[in-house]
């Protein structure tokens, strides 16, 4: 049982001034008796090594190691895992309601914070705690069962559990997983559909439910759930990225497109994943489709070299010769000894006629490269 007021509690908050502000605010309530003090999620951690607590309440964004990645490290420790969590943020988000189902967060608290909300939501935390629901239970005693290897065992506490709460997306959820480990993927399926009819903001088990499809083959049948899960979570990107180039492969090229237009639409246009994308289309010869998408990273990024030989590679592809020279040459300008630029240069002046430029490039190749077999082929041909 936990005591309100003599319970340990840990506070882990970049912000000085909110580290501040929750200790004269629990001091005012009278709540726990020892406060420790953390100001990131790796330090919160070390801190748990060697007190132990009670409660924690931990902000979402911080440096380095941020809040949700601190509750995945607690959520994985056997010794750690049942500590009630309180996570607070300033931002009224839906990756943050995604975060609080994937790590069982207790609740959570937007800044800023009032000293009735905070009192409130301490107390019917601790409340179930003390007193778990009988749902709980069960699936305290589900969870003891699959480590145990019992899986049947879990199943069935988790049924009972879901008895007690049908419309829990997150029971659903986790009798759906304890089907899938015993092969039965369609009562697998079966749990998973239902969590998100109840529960239309369930990415987790959306994003199980794509798994499952991918492991099926049924590629379009999983872009269709990414397309879901996109609109609800900015969580998934490189998830939906990876099955993006394996509608490409198998040619479900239309359903690619429109995962990708929704990636680069929702992520707003990130460079890293932007280039991703870059790469995969080029990679499976998606010239017409990736055209529009290298122009505008150019933009905003004119000194990007290997994005510039990139974007020459596309134009030259998709027939547009003078903007695949004006990009090539760029390149050729700053790296004067890449051979592959070159080697696209001549390319373009033979095949436009210009033989005396197409060997001015051959030549500058030869230089670098006496012995290049492909450079002396192509002087002979002209």
């Known amino acids: 049982m936990i005591d309100i007021k003599t319970m340990t509690i840990l506070i882990v908050d970049d912000m000085k001034s909110m580290r501040l502000t929750l200790r004269k605010m629990l001091r005012n309530l009278e709540i726990g008796k020892e406060l420790l003090f953390a100001d990131n999620g790796k330090s919160g951690l070390n801190v748990m090594k060697n007190y132990s607590c009670d409660l924690l309440i931990v902000d979402w964004s911080m440096p380095g190691m941020n809040g949700s990645r601190m509750l995945a490290n607690v959520r994985r420790d056997k010794d750690m895992r049942d500590i009630p969590v309180i996570m607070v943020t300033a931002e009224n988000e839906r990756d943050i309601v995604a975060d609080v189902a994937e790590y069982e967060v207790e609740g959570y608290l937007l800044k800023p914070l009032t000293l009735a909300a905070l009192d409130s939501k301490i107390k019917s935390v601790v409340e179930a705690v003390n007193h778990p ?15 145990a290897g019992n899986i049947q065992g879990a199943i069935d506490e988790t049924k009972s559990a879901l008895r007690l709460k049908p419309n829990a997306s997150r029971i659903l959820r986790k009798l759906g997983l304890l089907y899938l480990q015993t092969q039965n993927a369609e009562m697998g399926e079966k749990c998973l559909q239902k969590a ?12 199980h439910l794509a798994k499952l499809y991918i492991n099926r083959r049924a590629f379009k049948q999983a872009a269709r759930v990414y397309m879901e899960i996109l609109s609800f979570s900015t ?33 707003r246009f990130n460079r890293i994943l932007r280039e991703r994308i870059i790469d ?18 150019i933009k905003e990024n004119p000194s990007n070299l290997d994005l510039l030989y990139k974007a020459g590679t596309v134009y030259l592809e998709t027939g547009d010769q003078e903007k695949a020279m004006e990009c090539f040459v760029k390149v050729d300008n700053k790296r004067r000894g890449d051979i592959n630029t ?21 030549n500058r190749i030869l230089r670098i490269d006496p012995s290049n077999k492909e450079a002396l082929e192509m002087r002979r041909q002209i």
């Open 133 to 147: 629901e009988k749902a709980k239970l069960h699936l305290l005693e589900a969870r003891a069962c699959e480590e």
């Open 196 to 207: 998100v009819a109840v529960n239309r903001q369930d990415t987790i088990s959306r994003n």
């Open 280 to 297: 995969i289309c080029l990679d499976n010869q998606e010239y017409e489709f990736v055209a529009e998408i290298v122009t505008d990273a």
């Open 235 to 267: 969580r998934y990107f490189d998830s939906a990225v990876q099955l993006g180039e394996m509608l490409l492969i198998n040619e479900f090229r239309n359903e690619a497109r429109t995962l990708f237009l929704r990636i680069l639409s929702k992520s």
């Open 342 to 362: 070159k080697f696209q240069i001549a390319r373009i002046h033979i095949k436009n006629k210009r033989i005396i430029l197409a060997d001015d490039y051959l």
